[in-house]
């Protein structure tokens, strides 16, 4: 069984260029998060996908970052005119969806290994 | 507002003596509450979690942790620390009504021989 997947595992650019960054969520899980985490820092909620839901933006730092995911599958991290800052290490995350009704949004997330981003 | 706190940067214990790793949370009504661990160049793996039930929960590589509702803690633990426990910890929390989980700033431990 495949784990949560993301590529590339490095990716080195310069200010100004747009990175695109991939996570494979595991197969049967509806809902998917991206997370950065800055050296030694801990982790920074992006963005949120659950099914054919609108996804949640609420942690999207700024109009340069945008993310897309077809149905329930993969998903794509899009950012922007890159500035130096945005050097992190960039986590998806997938899980099961929990039922509706009292104990909603118990299940754990299973994390992809990330993507080290280097801006220059 | 969600948040968690985990007060100590670093905590350092020497093998086979007990570990303990804190965590606070603030949450409106009842939390979810998770661990996660970061060995380096990894992700994060899931450890355990607290749903509902007793407050104490048993997870993977013998680590526990206790619910105190009335502290509103979710301290993490083990009787017999290892070496290989050596890694970065992160405590997570969640409303009942929330989309988000919201980790805390992680703390390291290391296993001393």
């Known amino acids: 069984g495949a784990g949560v997947s993301q590529s590339p595992s490095n990716k080195v650019t310069e200010k100004g260029k747009d990175v695109e960054l991939r996570c494979d969520p595991i197969?049967?899980?509806?809902?998917l998060y991206w997370y950065r985490q800055r050296l030694g820092q801990g982790l920074e909620f992006l963005i949120y996908?659950?099914?054919?839901?609108?996804?949640?933006k609420s942690g999207l730092p700024s109009d340069r970052f945008s993310a897309e995911r077809t149905g329930e599958s993969v998903s794509t991290l899009t950012i922007q005119r890159t500035q130096q800052e945005d050097s992190a290490v960039y986590l998806c995350?997938?899980?099961?969806?929990?039922?509706?009704?009292?104990?909603?949004?118990?299940?754990?997330?299973?994390f992809g290994p990330g993507t080290r981003l280097t801006v220059l | 507002a969600q948040s968690v706190a985990q007060p100590e940067d670093q905590v350092n214990v020497a093998e086979g003596n007990p570990l303990t790793v804190k965590c606070t949370y603030s949450v409106s009504g009842n939390p979810y509450l998770f661990w996660y661990v970061q060995y380096p160049n990894r992700g994060l793996q899931f450890l355990l979690k607290y749903i509902t039930g007793d407050n104490l929960v048993k997870g993977s590589y013998g680590f526990e942790a206790e619910f105190n509702k009335s502290q509103t803690s979710f301290h993490l633990k083990k009787p017999s620390a290892l070496v290989s426990d050596s890694a970065l910890y992160f405590c997570?929390?969640?409303?009942?009504?929330?989309?988000?989980?919201?980790f805390g700033s992680g703390t390291q431990l290391t296993v001393l021989p």
């Open positions: 997570a929390v969640r409303g009942r009504s929330a989309r988000q989980l919201t």
């Open positions: 996908f659950q099914g054919n839901s609108a996804p949640d």
């Open positions: 995350a997938s899980s099961l969806r929990s039922p509706s009704g009292r104990f909603s949004s118990y299940n754990e997330q299973f």
């Open positions: 197969s049967g899980h509806t809902a």
